[in-house]
């Protein structure tokens, strides 16, 4: 199934809100999380690029938020970028849209001078299709840190080199 969206990288004011409730129907990320992910929409309104975090909002035919990613430089490196956040709703999961925020996110990242890219992401076993979906996409694990969120929740890095 092919899906129509358009992006846009200027984040908005009523991006806050639409990222959170995104986010939400995720079911992925905990309130704190969600909160989180609004929050640097909010820090980029105010900052603008200096606060470090650059979006890819994905919006169907009536301008609603179907999916949308966040990346930006890790402070003190030369050519290093975290994805903060990716996620598609869930009901347009499974159709490329995944894949096309984040080809648009690292030819954003080249553009910026950026090499490598790095994602976070949960060991649990609820996370398996999240990394199969960077696994897919050309990242490989870079480490893994057992026990980093909770107990028996670790943390995977994974690492892109454009
Ligand atoms: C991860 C996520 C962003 C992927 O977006 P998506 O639009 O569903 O992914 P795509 O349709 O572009 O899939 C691209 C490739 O990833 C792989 N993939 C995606 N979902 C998968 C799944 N559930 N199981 C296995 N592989 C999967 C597929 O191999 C696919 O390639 P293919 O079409 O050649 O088979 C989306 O599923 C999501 O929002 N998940 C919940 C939030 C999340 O985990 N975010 C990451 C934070 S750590």
């Not at 995720?26 to 606060?51: D, H, M």
């Not at 090499?115 to 398996?128: F, N």
């Not at 670790?154 to 454009?162: A, E, R």
């Amino acid at each position: 199934m092919t899906i129509d969206f358009s992006l846009r990288t200027v984040p908005r004011p009523e991006d806050a809100g639409s990222v959170r409730q995104l986010a939400a129907a995720t079911g992925f990320f905990s309130g704190e999380e969600i909160l989180i992910a609004g929050e640097l929409v909010e820090e980029a309104l105010a900052r603008g690029s200096a606060a470090g975090y650059h979006f890819m909002f994905a919006e169907d035919g009536c301008s609603h938020l179907i999916g949308y990613c966040c990346f930006g430089p890790v402070p003190l490196t030369r050519e290093s970028f975290d994805l903060y956040w990716i996620a598609v709703l869930p009901q347009r999961q499974g159709c490329g849209l995944g894949r096309r925020l984040m080809q648009a996110a690292e030819a954003a990242i080249r553009e910026k001078g950026g090499k490598q890219v790095y994602a976070d992401t949960s060991s649990r076993e609820q996370y398996l299709p999240t990394r199969a979906f960077y696994e897919k996409a050309g990242y490989r694990q870079a480490a893994y840190l057992p026990d980093f969120y909770a107990p028996g929740d670790g943390k995977v890095i994974y690492c892109k080199t454009l």
